[in-house]
């Protein structure tokens, strides 16, 4: 699949008006040049909502905020810190695991090439591209819910999973537009394009929105 003109041009409008809207680059400045800890609050958020990945993040980063310093914490102590993230103890585990071999074979540093970010324990493609894009300002195209939801929505594609709407988006979007794509795009799904009540009547790309309603994915259980 490749995107025509018509299609380009429409993918761009969509990108510009939410561009105009929100301010995702909130986010990747707070997490600008902390690759570690965009890597940690990713695992984190898996199966949880975002308020409790940000209790979560905020209790554990006060014990450590390096792989050094992670492994130099007991199993109980991470659990405890996550505890509000859930499933804390599978999550503690893979936070663990993946600061000691960042700590053995990385030299303490989180690699930034997608292949070897997915050699690590619980991390799947959404999570090595977050890092990427908010860790290192390196383009990619993360696909969360939120992302597969509203791009089957607006007629962009047609895709059972994650993944293979990652693979589609970077052929029809530019790469120019790769680095903040993820972003908008949540915060679109967050405040308008929810996924069972769309707001469409104060939707800013109403006119561009094929509005196909799809259920959203299953859930990975520990990779993303």
């Known amino acids: 699949m490749t995107a025509t003109k018509k299609q380009t041009k429409r993918i761009t409008a969509i990108i510009e008006i939410l561009d105009a809207t929100y301010d995702p680059g909130k986010l990747a400045a707070e997490f600008y040049n902390k690759p570690y800890e965009v890597l940690v609050s990713c695992v984190l958020s898996q199966r949880t909502r975002d308020e409790n ?10 014990l450590a905020r390096t792989p050094k310093g992670m492994t ?10 996550i ?3 859930g499933f804390y103890r599978e999550k503690a585990k893979n936070i663990l695991d993946l600061s000691n071999t960042l700590v053995t074979e990385f030299g303490e540093k989180v690699p930034d090439t997608l292949e070897e970010l997915l050699t690590l324990r619980g991390v799947g493609r959404k999570t090595a591209n977050i ?5 290192f300002g390196i383009p990619a ?3 969360d819910i939120h992302v597969h939801r509203i791009s089957q929505r607006l007629g962009l594609m047609k895709t059972k999973t ?3 709407t990652e693979f589609e988006l970077v052929k029809i979007i530019h790469y120019e537009h790769w680095l903040r794509f993820n972003g908008l795009l949540v915060s679109h799904g967050r405040e308008v394009c929810k996924p069972i009540t769309p707001q469409c009547h104060r939707c800013p790309i109403e006119k561009y929105c094929d509005k196909i309603i799809t259920p959203n994915p299953p859930r990975k259980k520990s990779v993303r």
């Open 53 to 62: 990945t940000f209790v979560a993040s905020k209790a554990l980063f006060k």
């Open 72 to 81: 130099r914490l007991t199993q109980k102590q991470v659990e405890k810190a």
């Open 83 to 85: 505890h509000a993230a």
């Open 131 to 135: 890092v990427l894009t908010l860790g």
């Open 141 to 143: 195209i993360a696909v």
């Open 162 to 164: 994650p993944d293979e």
